[in-house]
RNA sequence: GCGGACGUGGCGGAACUGGUAUACGCGUUGGACUUAAAAUCCAAUGGCUUUAUAGCUAUGAGGGUUCAAGUCCCUCCGUCCGCACCA
């Protein structure tokens, strides 16, 4: 027997859609709009299974919304701005444009191979000069609207190289490429006042409910809001003080030392004058700019030849370290450390022989024990403290703050963790910043006029330093202002920059404008957002933000671009390693005659657990492998039957296998039915028998069920779901009158309910069942609800909890009639004898609980 | 280090507001068809005792609340994601 041919039939259908321009959409003010986004990929080369995983979700909600009638906007471009580029420029000697462009070509195919139902009219890539400009002009705008500025900023310097590293590229404090080790330096950057909204950016999130909570939770946790004290330490002998934040001003009288950042403006001046202050200052500046690395590393410091007073304790003074765990981006860059009651501060008082006080008492036990082997951050009340002695926590923090606030050495403030956003890099393949720096004018705005500033192609690639620098023609310009000799901003944007307005412009990619307010105001915002986990912060946050300072510049009129959001887990696959430790390819290895896995050549390979598909690793399967062998339909089944979307998948052979069975059951079930399905459905027959009669019920309520899971997007419980249904159907006794009336009818529903996950075989199938339009011109199936309806339950009968029995009741039977018949059955009478009820418990349609 | 999640058969997973744990699929075993294999179809399938009936036991580990816990609470273990210049 002949088996589904998928090439032909997906390649067909592919066509029909591309001719029917059937995923083309305009704004119809009579029509409901739904806006799909999947997170638009990189384009790194090829597709991986990442890709086919997210695109294969957002296909499905957006073929499933078109179906039940909304007016669906399903864009596709690319990100195509970034730092492979420029790796492959160095390594290939090939234009990161050129490269780019290439790799546009092939991945634009092997998408369009997958049947995704795209606008593709509405394609957009960074990287196009026509795209960047308006970026450019949003800077600017920014730039008016007081939202971008510049300030000295800490970057990876790799002294070999000569060159900014990204933070990927410093691999335990040394450059990836040259294993030098790699210093801090400063240098004048843009950013943009993503700080000015995070209040904004906090208290609507709480309102994003279609969000995963998460996600919310991460980014609250990232914007970081606390309320506390900026409270002053006078340094001895001096006029100057010591500004400290602190959330913890109750614990002020068990404060014994301050630190500085090593970067605070104090420990660089000490530097200057002492060589061991400046030896440490120094190294600590080795350690490379992420938090991570900050965090992780051992925490040191330096006694400098500073002290402080003590802002409540008369005469009491303190001695003031440098620490390399003190932040200078987070509240003042000082801190005061209170042992007794932060684990951190404690570890360091220990180290450096720091007196620790106790301050908090907790209420059980009374006493802490003594010494104390780490700090005590719970509740209590306050002891050794003056005046706070007696009280709570909250309530030290109000007496604190009075006095301080009253004797003028402190003031409330609220800090935010969240920093403003760095938007300059030192690279080439990014958007020029559209700014130009003369001697005599300062910061200048390329005027309007002359935008874009486009990227000259006329480049010399070396691991030192960005072209732009190297560009004297680019570079080398006449001052708008005062046309004297004056230089290009060589630092190009944050390729963050572009992903975080491109979802606005899918909606007008041909608009002269930035955006076309008319456009926006029907499509946007994203009703449903989908893409990678690791996303749930940065981008996504950026985005929130950008929307909102577009705004202020009149824009866009919304504040929230992503109305819901849905998170993908990870694609794995197992691990293969050879006798020496070499990572294989999963094509390299096979399950040997004795079931042990082996190479090709016989020798043994080493299995190790299922990791997230990574070139590193090889456990690699190219999709379009997967696609030419089993095609696009199985490859998008497989995806979805499995796990749920949050989760992490795990890609297997005998999975697709499965995926592939089904796919060929049905078409096997409208191209040789056992049953005739020529029967048209024109009304519905009178089925009298029971059977049939249940089957039919079965249909409506998949149906039913079907949409429910769609709606949340389970689509592995609505896969299952369908595959109960065709199960049943199978299982149709053709001798029974109308058994061929209900197949039909079954087949055409699971045809309809398949399609947004199976588009090409569901076409096909619904071409074999006579149809004259395509499935994508049909309306999702409805149900009868009166047929969802049952008549009677199953009723578990239990006895201390313990199930003893079952029996299938009339629905909404009353109680004591329930308990009458369930005290009947056999086993439960047995169990029951000789023994007292002295509790039942009943839940109505489910469950009767005998207690004894 | 900080923040966030996850953990259910041999495997991926299902179980709505606490109420029949293991739906659906994969794998395995047995059978049918075939000269044979593949494909397909049928049946069985958490573990233990048992011919079956039936019983005991099981949702990372340990404790708790409850008539009843995968689900709620506490402690611990393991795995993964993010940490501001990867995208």
């Not at 339950?793 to 909890?801: D, F, L, S």
Request: proline share 6%; glycine share 6%.
């Amino acid at each position: 027997m002949s088996r589904y041919n998928f090439k032909a039939t997906e390649k067909k259908w592919q066509k029909t859609w591309e001719e029917k321009r059937c995923f083309h959409v305009e704004p119809d003010p009579k029509k409901e709009k739904y806006y799909v986004l999947e997170m638009f990929p990189y384009p790194s080369g090829r597709i991986h299974m990442g890709h086919v995983r997210n695109y294969t979700l957002g296909d499905v909600v957006s073929r499933y919304k078109k179906a039940i009638g909304f007016n669906v906007l399903h864009p596709m471009g690319w990100d195509a701005f970034g730092l492979p580029a420029e790796n492959a420029a160095l390594a290939n000697n090939i234009a990161p444009a050129k490269w780019t462009a290439e790799n546009i070509r092939t991945m634009k195919q092997q998408l369009k191979g997958m049947g995704l139902s795209y606008d593709w009219t509405r394609e957009i890539s960074t990287c196009d000069p026509e795209y960047y400009k308006h970026e450019q002009k949003m800077f600017l705008d920014f730039m008016d609207a007081d939202l971008a500025y510049r300030k000295q900023s800490w970057v990876n310097w790799d002294p070999v190289e000569k060159t900014v590293l990204a933070n990927e590229q410093v691999i335990d404090g040394k450059g990836w490429r040259s294993g030098a080790q790699i210093e801090k330096k400063r240098l004048s950057q843009w950013f943009l006042k993503i700080s000015k909204y995070s209040e904004e950016l906090l208290t609507d999130i709480k309102k994003l409910t279609k969000w995963p909570d998460r996600v919310r939770t991460m980014q609250e946790n990232w914007i970081g809001r606390s309320e506390g004290l900026k409270i002053d330490f006078p340094v001895v002998s001096s006029d100057e003080k010591i500004e400290v934040f602190s959330t913890r001003p109750d614990t002020l009288f068990g404060a014994t030392f301050c630190a500085l950042s090593p970067t605070h403006p104090m420990s660089e001046k000490l530097a200057l004058k002492d060589p061991e202050i400046a030896k440490f200052v120094d190294e600590c500046n080795r350690i490379g700019t992420s938090e991570a690395a900050i965090e992780t590393a051992e925490k040191v410091g330096i006694l400098t030849p500073l002290e402080v007073e003590h802002p409540l304790i008369e005469g009491k003074k303190l001695p003031v370290f440098i620490a390399n765990f003190v932040l200078m981006e987070y509240g003042t860059g000082a801190i005061f450390g209170c042992p007794a009651h932060d684990q951190r501060d404690f570890e360091f008082a220990i180290k450096y022989g720091i007196e620790i006080i106790q301050v908090v008492k907790p209420k059980s036990p009374t006493v802490l024990k003594l010494p104390l082997s780490e700090a005590y951050s719970g509740q209590g009340v306050l002891i050794n403290s003056g005046f706070l002695d007696g009280l709570d926590i909250e309530g030290a923090k109000k007496q604190v703050a009075e006095k301080l606030i009253a004797s003028g050495s402190a003031k409330k403030e609220i800090n935010f963790r969240l920093r403003d956003w760095g938007v300059s890099r030192q690279r080439y393949w990014g958007c020029p910043i559209p700014v130009i720096n003369c001697d005599d004018c300062g910061i200048v705005k390329v005027p309007e006029s002359q935008l874009p500033v486009t990227l000259p192609e006329d480049i010399e690639f070396k691991k030192t330093s960005n072209p732009l620098v190297n560009h004297p023609n680019w570079k080398n310009v006449s001052c708008p202002n005062c046309a004297k000799p004056a230089t290009r901003e060589t630092d190009t944007f944050d390729t963050f920059f572009e992903s975080s307005w491109y979802f606005a412009r899918f909606c007008c990619p041909d608009s002269s404008k930035p955006l076309d307010l008319g456009s926006l105001k029907y499509w946007m915002p994203v009703d449903q957002y989908i893409g990678g986990i690791e996303h749930a912060v940065l981008h996504l946050l950026y985005s929130r933000f950008f929307t909102r300072a577009l705004k202020e510049c009149g824009h866009i009129e919304i504040s929230e671009p992503f109305t819901g959001l849905m998170t993908q887990g990870m694609v794995c696959h197992e691990t293969y390693q050879d006798k020496a430790g070499a990572w294989l390819f999963p094509d390299e290895v096979h399950k040997g005659p004795t079931g042990k896995w082996e190479k090709d050549d016989g020798s043994s390979v080493e299995v190790g657990r299922s990791q997230k598909m990574s070139k590193s690793k090889k456990n690699v399967v190219d999709p379009e492998k997967i696609i030419n062998e089993y095609g696009a339909d199985t490859a998008r089944l497989f995806m979805l039957s499995d796990s749920p979307p949050d989760r992490d998948l795990e890609w297997t052979d005998s999975g697709v296998e499965g995926a592939w069975r089904y796919i060929n059951k049905l078409w096997k079930m409208v191209s040789e039915p056992h049953l005739d399905i020529n029967q048209r459905l024109e009304s519905e027959p009178d089925i009298k028998d029971s059977v049939l009669k249940n089957t039919l019920k079965s249909i409506h309520k998949t149906i039913n069920n079907v949409s429910k899971e769609l709606e949340s997007f389970h689509f592995n419980k609505a896969v299952a779901l369908i595959r109960e249904l065709t199960n049943e159907l199978e299982s149709i006794d053709p001798d029974k009158p109308d058994a061929s009336f209900v197949y039909r009818k079954g087949i055409e529903t699971a045809t309809l309910l398949i399609a947004p996950m199976l588009p090409h075989l569901a076409e096909e199938m619904w071409e074999k069942l006579g149809a004259d339009h395509l499935v994508l011109d049909t309306p999702w199936p409805s149900y009868e609800p009166a047929l969802l309806e049952d008549h009677t339950c199953t009723i578990v009968v239990q006895i201390n909890g313990k199930i003893r029995g079952s029996m299938e009741l009339p629905i909404d039977l009353p109680e004591a009639e329930v308990q009458t018949i369930a005290m009947k059955i056999e086993n439960v009478q047995k169990l029951l004898d000789n023994k007292t009820v002295q509790k039942m418990i009943f839940v109505p349609n489910k469950i009767v609980n005998f207690v004894v």
